[in-house]
């Protein structure tokens, strides 16, 4: 064994710092990047601010909460969070772009029952009649009926004689919910629990009865089945669109990437017909975005949104054949809406679904059509969502890379495959990660094991997604809050910004900008408006780190 050999202790300690720096030249924000006078003093600023509140807020016991550490698991330690500083001052930094949402899952739960109140068409039924025995089990189903089957008797939810499946309007349904079950507010509750895992109640559900990935995915997927009845219907649909922009730039978002979930063919309309195709999908996205830029234009706010566009994805349990159509159709889309198809994906819970490899042959047909066509579809896709190492969830990231996806999805368990990590690396693959998801969907309990400094660290590039805010429910805690212009309400992305900030010593505010950065360089926008995008998004920085040190 050879033994080191230092001349004296000033040569070690020489020899020390060169390997610290050499280790930390390789991480994402190295000591290369470069750095403005004032960016320097605003991430002095920072340090010490999260240094003072290390030793003040996060050294104190809190309610609830008698041992909280920076970076603790999300819906644990958000209310000391939303006590610091450091997050007042992140509530203001520019995000860049949102790269990984799934539409279905962006608008918070309240919202969404507010918009279906307003809609004298929308009906809900259950499978029991509701009685304090029977609430806490039964979801609520939702669904647009034409006229002439709208009902007007009597019956209600909760009434004993409730024949099961009958259709009652969802604002007759809350009117009349039973008073011992909390009448209208319990209504609230009840729909409000079924589409989201809540945050207090969360706390148990994820971390005590449903602490396996499988079993949290199962109440998971449940929140989406009670939501798409709503959603998918025309004049909610164009509603919950704008909704969705208008708390993406509360939350300092200046261009989305969204995955909007085409398996169902239709979706219904103001008539309460399921008949409206995809491309009246698109129709709608396409107008709510303009009018959502106008609207912005006219604020005199247009440079803080770019734009947005769509990652067509269906479902991992579809047959090859079915497949084949569905690529099909992203084609037409894409013909018809070449600037709103960003890229294609397949998503569900990967643990339990069909691998990449059963569809991989459609997936070369389908880039082998698009070469025909002189069109271009990149795959975005999901994989590597999994505790598993070289089971079929983690190896379908061999299959994402050998099929060219443009970025990943989760990537969750790359760290386990040196290759992969350095193939990512020298494909400029970026990775992209959510961290409140994986806490809440049980692949990481604190924000300390946490993969996600070991992606940045290694030179990969990373941006920070929210996944399915509206499910996690930390969007916002009553109807009043859209009244309220409070960038605190819609926090995920400022959390996590936050979250990234104070789990480590080295990290500071670079790192902070080059994840803003990268998210926006990594997008599918053409050159000239992703560099119109990075230009904008530099000016609201510049202005970002003049507030810090001002
Ligand atoms: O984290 C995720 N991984 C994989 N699929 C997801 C995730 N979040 C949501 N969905 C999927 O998106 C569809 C809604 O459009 C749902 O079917 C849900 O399974």
Redesign the pocket.
């Known amino acids: 064994m050879s033994s080191p050999k230092f001349a004296d202790f000033a040569h070690y300690k020489q020899e020390r710092a060169a390997l610290i720096n050499h280790d930390r030249s390789l991480r994402r924000d190295n000591p290369e990047s470069k750095v403005s006078p004032s960016e320097a003093k605003a991430d002095a600023i920072i340090r010490q601010l999260r240094l003072s509140e290390n030793n003040s807020v996060w050294a104190t016991e809190h309610e609830g909460v008698p041992h909280p550490f920076p970076g603790m698991e999300f819906l644990t330690g958000r209310n000391i969070i939303l006590k610091t500083k450091l997050f007042e001052i992140l509530a203001k930094m520019p995000k860049g772009a949102l790269l990984h949402a ?4 962006t608008v918070n739960a309240e919202f969404v029952l507010k918009l279906a109140l307003e809609q004298p068409a929308l009906h809900v039924r259950t499978a029991e009649p509701i009685s304090a025995v029977t609430l806490s089990g039964l979801l609520p189903e939702f669904r647009a009926l034409p006229k002439e089957l709208f009902t007007n008797s009597e019956i209600t939810l909760t009434d004993p004689s409730y024949i099961p499946g009958t259709w009652v309007s969802v604002k007759k349904a809350r009117d009349t919910f039973d008073s011992a079950l909390g009448g209208p507010d319990g209504f609230d509750k009840w729909v409000i629990g079924a589409m989201t895992i809540n945050p207090s109640e969360g706390q148990s559900i994820t971390y005590q009865t449903h602490n396996t990935v499988n079993k949290i995915w199962e109440k998971f ?1 449940s929140t ?1 089945t009670v939501s798409t009845g709503i959603i998918r219907f025309v004049p909610i649909w164009e509603k919950y669109i704008y909704e969705f922009f208008r708390s993406s730039v509360e939350d300092g978002v200046s261009y989305v990437e969204v ?3 085409f398996h169902p063919k239709y979706m219904f309309g103001e008539d309460g017909q399921e008949n409206v195709p995809h491309r009246v999908w698109l129709q709608i996205f396409d107008a709510t975005l303009n009018r959502f830029k106008a609207d912005l234009k006219q604020q005199g706010r247009a440079d803080e949104f770019i734009g947005a566009r769509i990652i067509y ?1 269906t ?1 991992r349990y579809i047959s090859v054949e079915d497949l084949d159509s569905t690529c099909e159709d992203c084609i037409t889309l894409k013909q018809e809406f070449p600037h709103l198809i960003a890229g294609f994906d397949l ?4 643990n339990v679904l069909k691998p990449l490899i059963y569809y991989a042959e459609s997936l070369l047909r389908f880039r082998e059509r698009q070469k025909e066509l002189g069109i271009d579809i990149p795959f975005i896709l ?1 994989a590597g ?1 999994t505790l598993g190492d070289g089971t079929e969830a983690d190896v379908n990231l061999y299959d994402a890379i050998l099929l060219g996806t443009l970025r990943i ?2 990537g969750f368990s790359l760290v386990k495959h040196p290759k992969l990590m350095e193939m990512c690396r020298e494909r400029n693959i970026l990775i992209e990660v ?1 961290p409140i ?1 994986y806490e809440i ?1 049980r692949l990481t309990s604190s924000m300390l094991m946490h993969p996600l400094p070991i992606l940045m660290n290694n030179g990969l590039p990373v941006a920070l997604c929210s ?2 805010p509206a499910m996690f429910g930390n969007m916002g805690l009553s109807f009043d809050f859209y009244q309220v212009n409070d960038p605190l309400h819609s926090p995920i992305l400022l959390t996590y910004f936050l979250q990234v900030l104070v789990a480590s010593e080295v990290t500071g505010l670079i790192a902070l900008r080059e994840l803003a950065r990268d998210s926006l360089l990594h997008s599918t926008l053409e050159d000239t408006e992703k560099q119109r995008a990075i230009a904008a998004w530099e000016k609201r920085w510049e202005d970002f780190v003049e507030s810090i040190v001002s």
Do not use: Y
Not at 102 to 105: E, M, S, V
Not at 347 to 350: F, I
């Open positions: 799934h539409l279905d899952a997927t989406f995955r909007i979930n994805s479902l998503v569900g819970p990967e999901h969502e999805g989760h959510c998801s969907l996944d399915d």
